[in-house]
């Protein structure tokens, strides 16, 4: 039986109960595997129709990526960015016991050698590699909720687009 889940505020409804490691893996397996394969649409079906995703990029845009073909296009944005980027586990899913929520480290690498539109930033060619935590809340065999963390700061400086604020260039 789904609960309502009250913070943050609009979050979907996820189902009540732990999730299954065996699921909690091949599923993970399918969100990696799409970003990995290029092919944004592969993302569609793995999360529900009121999929809500919220990452330090959203919140920092204030870009409300919301519903399966905002998961899609959420990743056809970050690809054209950085369109050789490939995801890795580094580590064990880790579990709530009450509730149907999972979270899994990962580490991308690659190279700004796209375009991040909007704004309309044109690749810098520069490497980077960064690493995160994405805690999924689940119902019926498919992700409602996303809440990604990993440093965008330490992102954009290694790409060579953040200026400091006294406007001494990128860093390096």
């Known amino acids: 039986m789904p609960h ?6 609009g979050r979907p409804v996820a189902d009540t109960g732990p999730v299954g490691v065996d699921f909690a893996v091949r599923w993970y397996r399918s969100w990696i595997d799409g970003w990995n394969s290029h092919d944004p649409e592969q993302v569609r079906d793995i999360v529900t129709e009121d999929f809500w995703l919220d990452s330090p990029t959203t ?3 204030g870009w409300d ?8 296009d959420y990743v056809r944005y970050v690809l054209g960015a950085y369109p050789d980027l490939v995801w890795e586990v580094t580590a064990p899913p880790m579990f709530a016991t009450e509730d149907a929520r999972v ?3 990962w580490r991308g690498t690659g190279h700004f050698s796209g375009t991040l539109t909007p704004p309309g930033i044109p690749g810098t060619g520069r490497p980077f590699a960064f690493a ?6 689940f119902r019926d065999g498919r992700a409602c909720y996303l809440n990604a963390t990993y ?15 006294t406007g001494r260039g990128a860093a390096s």
């Open 103 to 105: 979270s899994f480290s």
């Open 59 to 61: 919140r920092h845009t």
């Open 4 to 9: 309502d889940i009250t913070t943050p505020a």
């Open 132 to 137: 995160g935590l994405e805690t999924f809340d």
């Open 151 to 165: 440093d965008l700061l330490g992102l954009m400086k290694q790409i060579g687009v953040y200026r400091s604020p």
């Open 65 to 72: 990526v919301r519903g399966q073909q905002g998961a899609v």
